[in-house]
């Protein structure tokens, strides 16, 4: 897909160039101007990533205001309060991106049909179980993993809470990426929709319609592995939605990082989106 000039989704470091500016890399692109799809998709990952850089002050500034008053401080304890209200936030911001992203696939009075519904609540749920069953655990893990080796229930002396703070900040800046990534569940879903309405079309017309897969032409495409697909064999035309073996963004190796996209032939032409 196409990236954005102000926030980069689906990055992959072989194609973009990268500029440090103010201490923070920022991606720099040059591609062309996005469409609906490309702005949706990286608002919400400026979102999850909004809140992804204030959750990650918060916990710096936590552990750093129990040194200093001399509080006990209980690592499991904060860092488990700490993961849990992220992945709170993070929720709330992917179910508000995936359901606007259905909207977006087939357009808001088609989303409210019930295979469409359908389609989004199951997103969202996978999206959920995601956040809850692999990013939580991992944060945490390596979260305590750099600061427990200083830290247990005393007061952490300067300059060691300085070193702490820093390597922290390592490990919180380490997972900017896989959080920005979680912005590809939206890509995925404005397919899924269009997949599920589609599917009901052609059963309750008797007629098919074709879709294509298209490949972005400035990306890095993904090859099959670990019995997902890869995006060059499923480039083409397909003669209907039951062909069609996934969607974008979906069981392909590249997952959340696909910039793939469908097309469907409407009125002789082959357009996004038209259902």
């Known amino acids: 897909m196409v990236l954005s000039r102000r926030r980069h989704t689906f990055a ?20 062309t101007t996005e469409g609906s799809y490309e702005r949706l998709t990286n608002r919400l990952q400026a979102r999850l990533i909004r809140a992804y850089h204030a959750w990650g002050r918060a916990v710096k500034a936590d552990l750093k205001r129990a040194s200093e008053r001399d509080l006990p401080i209980s690592l499991n304890v904060l860092v488990g309060a700490h993961v849990d209200a992220l992945l709170a936030d993070l929720t709330a911001i992917l179910a508000s991106g995936i359901g606007a992203a259905g909207n977006l696939g087939v357009g808001r009075a088609k989303a409210r049909r019930t295979v469409v519904k359908k389609a989004i609540s199951q997103r969202v749920n996978k999206a959920i179980d995601y956040l809850h069953n692999s990013l939580g655990p991992d944060l945490k893990l390596d979260i305590i993993g750099v600061v ?42 404005i397919f899924d929709a269009q997949a599920a309405l589609g599917e009901e079309q052609e059963a309750a017309t008797g007629t098919s319609q074709s879709i294509r897969w298209v490949l972005d032409p400035a990306a890095v495409h993904c090859k099959p592995s670990n019995g997902r697909n890869g995006c060059p064999e499923l480039e083409g035309e397909y003669a209907s939605w039951n062909d069609l073996i996934t969607v974008p963004a979906g069981e392909v190796t590249c997952a959340g990082n696909c910039r793939c996209h469908l097309e469907i032939y409407v009125d002789g032409d082959w357009q996004r989106g038209g259902l």
Request: proline share 3%; charged share 20%.
């Open 148 to 189: 427990s080796p200083a830290i247990f229930h005393f007061k952490l002396k300067l300059p060691g809470l300085t070193t702490i703070v820093g390597a922290l900040a390592a490990v919180i800046d380490s997972y900017d990426a896989r959080v920005g990534s979680y912005a590809g569940t939206a890509w995925a879903t």
């Open 12 to 31: 992959h470091k072989q194609t973009l160039k990268f500029q440090k500016i103010s201490g923070a890399h920022r991606q720099i692109d040059t591609r």
